[in-house]
């Protein structure tokens, strides 16, 4: 037999066991595909946080972690993801990307998100209307096309806030008019109460009540209550009543004043929010500041800061539950949130003279005797997928 035949009739012979080889793994791998001997890719892990921000826009970056556990990668047109992030089961964003290329084992996928931040208002309103939480949902699906099925990753969280309880106090402060027209304290503020109104979709209202005490021998009279609430130094509302108020001499009287959110504020206090140098990332000074005219008995009016009634909260929130610094103050002025105790001008009325008094001259504060007031108030006022 001539040598180079025997030579190519070999190699040929090979040739044809080589590829029935490797005919054979592909079948086999199909077939463990088709069976379920080999799984399909899922998701490991889902990550986000906050990106650049923007007036308009606040940019969310994903990470998603795909686990391939088969030994060989899939190619990009087989496999596609999307995710949707929740607020109180308010859908806020949405993003997919088709024909992602899956080494094997563990890979990570970057997308990014536009937010805009006009959405943050209806957040707001369910936040509120909540009783101030909030659960965030995480959903995020990898699909494979070559087999038709795919994995699910879901998970919550909650965040919680408690932006006016702390209004609820019986600590008295005094009113001082530090005018010569006057001798200081002109009243005391022995109670002040708050809660939420009734939220609407442009508006967030405080309903607030102030427990106020004569320690003079005539009557004063309160002919304006007025307020501007910050939240970061951005501007989120002011008003006031006009309704006169008038406190009987060593009496109290309860004054009812309703303080509102704008809501159309929102976004523009949001991008303070996330910006870590104002008061820490994803924090807010919320700031009530208040004011009084008081008429005198000689008939004289005064415009009174009431400075010992100023109300400081703070917001923090940590949306996807990163840790760390996030949420976390970066300085705080102790005792300056409307509920300190520290010293006050003038006697507090927490001695033994308490306002209980059977009609002695008296400079303290007093207990509530007052009826309540319904009040009226005048309010001043490249990306893979797209928040709603």
Avoid: C
């Avoid at 088969?70 to 087989?78: A, K, R, T």
């Avoid at 879901?154 to 027209?181: K, M, Q």
């Avoid at 427990?211 to 989120?236: A, F, K």
Wanted: without cysteine; glycine residues 10%; negative net charge.
């Amino acid at each position: 037999m001539n040598p180079r035949g025997l030579v190519s009739a070999l190699f040929a012979s090979k040739l044809r066991i080589a590829l029935v080889g490797v005919l054979a793994v592909v079948v086999a791998i199909g077939g463990a595909f088709a069976v379920g001997v080999l799984g399909v890719p899922g998701l490991a892990d889902v990550d986000n946080t906050f990106g650049d921000v923007t007036e308009e826009t606040t940019t969310i970056e994903t990470d998603l972690i795909v686990s391939n556990p088969n030994p060989v990668g899939i190619g990009s047109q087989d496999v596609s993801v999307n995710y949707t992030v929740s607020m109180n089961s308010i859908e806020m964003a949405h993003g997919d990307r088709d024909g992602v290329a899956v080494g094997a084992g563990n890979s990570t996928i970057d997308l990014e998100t536009d937010l805009h931040n006009d959405a943050i208002q209806p957040w707001w309103v369910s936040h509120v209307r909540n009783d101030e939480r909030t659960t965030i949902g995480i959903d995020a699906t990898v699909t494979s096309d070559r087999f038709g099925r795919g994995t699910t990753i879901d998970r919550t969280h909650d965040i919680e806030t408690d932006l006016v309880g702390a209004f609820n106090s019986e600590e008295t402060r005094p009113v001082n008019a530090d005018s010569p027209l006057t001798d200081d304290p002109v009243l005391y503020i022995n109670e002040t109460r708050g809660e939420w109104g009734s939220v609407s979709d442009s508006e967030t209202p405080i309903d607030m009540a102030f427990v106020v005490y004569n320690p003079n021998l005539e009557p004063y009279v309160i002919t304006e209550l007025g307020y501007e609430i910050t939240m970061n130094d951005v501007h989120m509302g002011d008003g006031e009543t006009h309704r006169e108020h008038v406190i009987p001499s060593y009496s109290s009287e309860t004054i009812d004043l309703t303080t509102t959110i704008n809501n159309r504020n929102l976004a523009e206090w949001w991008v303070t929010h996330l910006d870590e140098a104002v008061h820490g990332h994803q924090v807010s000074d919320l700031r009530i500041e208040f004011y009084a005219v008081i008429e005198l008995p000689s008939g004289d009016e005064l415009t009174v800061p009431l400075d010992e009634l100023t109300y400081e909260e703070t917001l923090t929130t940590d949306i996807f539950d990163e840790g760390g610094d996030v949420g976390q103050p970066t300085e705080r002025d102790e005792g300056d949130d409307g509920t300190d105790d520290g010293d006050a001008d003038g006697d507090d009325g927490g001695d033994e003279e308490d306002g209980t008094n059977d009609g002695e001259d008296d400079t303290n504060g007093g207990t509530d005797d007052g009826d309540d007031d319904d009040e009226e108030t005048e309010d001043g006022d490249g990306d893979d997928g797209l928040l709603l």
